[in-house]
């Protein structure tokens, strides 16, 4: 069964103080692995889709980097409006469907 | 543009009662249709998906279910709603055959069954 763990469950950051966020998964064969953020009370917002290991994608403070067993989520000189959940997903080959983590909830103090 | 249109945003309904919660798509055709739940400081649990009218899978045993009366339509609904369905539901859509843009999600509705 396709699975996800995505850790710290988490994390606080000082302004500017850089981090990443990691994502384990195992699956039978994978199609994508997706990054999302989340802001409360919302519907997560689609950020990257990652399809090989040695990817990489990058948009604005975040970079997202995938190996054969991981992902990781990089954030460089945070501010406080980075401040959210941010989730990963992966779907299968031949899949409908994706198989999320429980999210990273990130604070970004000012 | 596409746009997903989720409603209500908040609903608070006794136990025993039934549910209906509607999401329709704009501006795509033919699209992969997702229904997940999201339990507090939990992930996201796939509770259906659709890849077409009247075609509707379940992931787990539940007391819901879900219908696609059109293309660009998808319902939840429950005719006896437990304490345990409180969460926030969440509708997404997908181009249908890809996973390469990821899911777009609507805005969610936050059900609490008293």
């Known amino acids: 069964e396709d699975q996800v763990t995505q850790s710290p469950e988490a994390l606080r950051l000082q302004e500017g103080e850089s981090s990443s966020l990691n994502c384990s998964y195992t699956v039978s064969g994978l199609r994508g692995l997706f990054w999302y953020r989340q802001d409360p009370g919302k519907g997560p917002e689609f950020l990257f889709t990652l399809y090989s290991a040695g990817e990489e994608k990058e948009k604005e403070r975040l970079k997202a980097t995938l190996t054969k067993k991981e992902s990781f989520l990089h954030i460089t000189a945070p501010k406080p409006e980075d401040s959210a959940t941010y989730l990963c997903a992966v779907q299968a080959l031949g899949g409908n469907d994706m198989r999320f983590g429980a999210g990273t909830r990130l604070t970004v103090k000012p | 543009s596409q746009t997903i249109h989720q409603w209500p945003a908040t609903l608070v309904q006794p136990v025993g009662s039934p549910l209906s919660l509607e999401c329709t798509v704009e501006?795509?055709?033919?699209?992969?249709l997702y229904w997940y739940r999201q339990a507090a400081g939990r992930g996201l649990q796939l509770l259906f998906y659709?890849?077409?009218?009247?075609?509707i899978s379940s992931e787990v045993p539940q007391n819901l279910s879900a219908s696609r009366p059109q293309d660009r339509q998808f319902i939840l609904s429950s005719k006896k709603l437990l304490l345990s369905d409180s969460g926030f539901y969440l509708c997404a859509w997908s181009v249908r055959g890809t996973g390469r843009y990821g899911y777009t999600f609507g805005s969610g509705t936050r059900l609490t069954v008293v």
């Open positions: 501006g795509t055709s033919n699209p992969n």
């Open positions: 659709s890849v077409g009218i009247g075609q």
